[in-house]
C-alpha cells in the first residue's frame, strides 16, 4: 500500500496536534499548521521541495509570529500579588493586635487567618489592607490614611 504525499503530510498534522494536546505546547500547534499547510501543497501537486518550503515557511512563520506577540505581552504579575487572581488583595482587615513575632491572627470573609505584617515602620493594630496572600497568611500592610 502506498501512502500519497498529502496523507503523510495530514498524519504529521495529526500526530503533532495530538502531542501539543498531550504536552499544552502551543509551539507544536503552530509547527502542525506548517504540517497542514505542506499536505495543502501537496494537494496542489506541488513537489516535494515545494511541501517541504510551504510547510517550513508556514510553521516556521506561525512560530516566529506567536513567539514575537507573547514577548510583547506584558509579564504578568505573580498569583500571590495579582488582585485578577487573588480578589483578596486590596481588602481591608482590622487587626487587633500583633504578637511580637510579628504575626497577628485576623478575621477576613468569616474565617480566622494568620497575617504577617510587610509594610515599612513598626506594626500598630489598626487598619490594614491585604497586599499578597502567601499559603493561608494574609500579608499586610498598613492602610492609606
Do not use: K
Not at 76 to 81: E, G, K, Q, W
Amino acid at each position: 500500500m502506498t501512502w500519497s504525499a498529502s496523507t503523510l503530510w495530514w498524519l504529521i498534522t495529526g500526530v503533532l496536534v495530538v502531542v501539543e494536546l498531550a504536552s499544552g505546547t502551543i509551539y507544536l500547534l503552530m509547527l502542525a499548521l506548517g504540517a497542514a499547510a505542506g499536505a495543502l501543497a501537496a494537494h496542489l501537486g506541488l513537489a516535494i521541495e515545494g511541501q517541504l518550503l510551504i510547510a517550513s515557511l508556514v510553521g516556521g512563520g506561525a512560530v516566529a509570529l506567536w513567539h514575537w506577540r507573547r514577548a510583547r505581552r506584558p509579564v504578568a504579575l505573580p498569583a500571590s500579588i495579582n488582585p485578577a487572581v487573588n480578589l483578596d488583595i486590596g481588602s481591608a482587615v482590622l487587626v487587633p493586635a500583633w504578637q511580637a513575632d510579628g504575626s497577628a491572627r485576623v478575621g477576613h470573609r468569616g474565617a480566622g487567618w494568620d497575617a504577617r505584617f510587610v509594610g515599612s515602620g513598626p506594626a500598630m493594630p489598626g487598619l490594614h489592607v491585604i497586599h499578597a496572600v502567601d499559603g493561608n497568611c494574609l500579608l499586610l500592610d498598613r492602610a492609606a490614611h
